[in-house]
C-alpha cells in the first residue's frame, strides 16, 4: 500500500491550496481516509475523516473541504482562507476501520507528508 501526498507549498494568508493523496495497492473506495497535519512543536491534528460519515476538526470545519474521486483513486484536500497557523505538514492516512476514534492516528497506512507554509 502506498500514499503519495502532494500539492503543498508557501502560500499567503487568506489564499488557497489543493493537496492530493494519491493510492496504489488499494481501492480508497473501501477505506477510511483521514488527513492529518503536525506543526513545529505541536501534536499531531486531525484534520478530517471520511467513512461512511465525514468529520472535520473545529480548526478548520468551514474552510477546508475534503473529497474522494474514486475514478482516480485520489483524495483531495481544498484549503481555503489559510492561516498561519494552518502552517504544517500534512499527511493522508487510510484503514479498514471507519472513523471511530479516528483523531487517535490509528491508521495502517500513511503517506509521506507535503508541506504547507501560510506566511506573508
Known amino acids: 500500500v502506498q500514499l503519495q501526498a502532494s500539492g503543498g507549498g508557501l502560500v499567503q494568508p487568506g489564499g488557497s491550496l489543493n493537496l492530493s493523496c494519491a493510492a496504489s495497492?488499494?481501492?480508497?473506495?473501501?477505506?477510511?481516509i483521514a488527513w492529518f497535519r503536525r506543526a513545529p512543536g505541536k501534536n499531531r491534528e486531525g484534520v478530517w475523516c471520511s467513512s461512511d460519515r465525514t468529520y472535520y476538526s473545529d480548526s478548520v470545519e468551514g474552510r477546508f473541504t475534503a473529497y474522494r474521486d474514486n475514478a482516480k483513486n485520489t483524495v483531495y484536500l481544498q484549503m481555503n482562507s489559510l492561516k498561519p497557523e494552518d502552517t504544517a505538514i500534512y499527511y493522508c492516512?487510510?484503514?479498514?476501520?471507519?472513523?471511530?476514534?479516528?483523531?487517535?492516528?490509528?491508521?495502517?497506512?500513511w503517506g509521506q507528508g507535503t508541506q504547507v507554509t501560510v506566511s506573508s
Open positions: 492516512a487510510a484503514r479498514r476501520r471507519d472513523c471511530a476514534d479516528w483523531a487517535r492516528g490509528a491508521f495502517t497506512s
Open positions: 495497492g488499494i481501492t480508497l473506495n473501501y477505506y477510511t
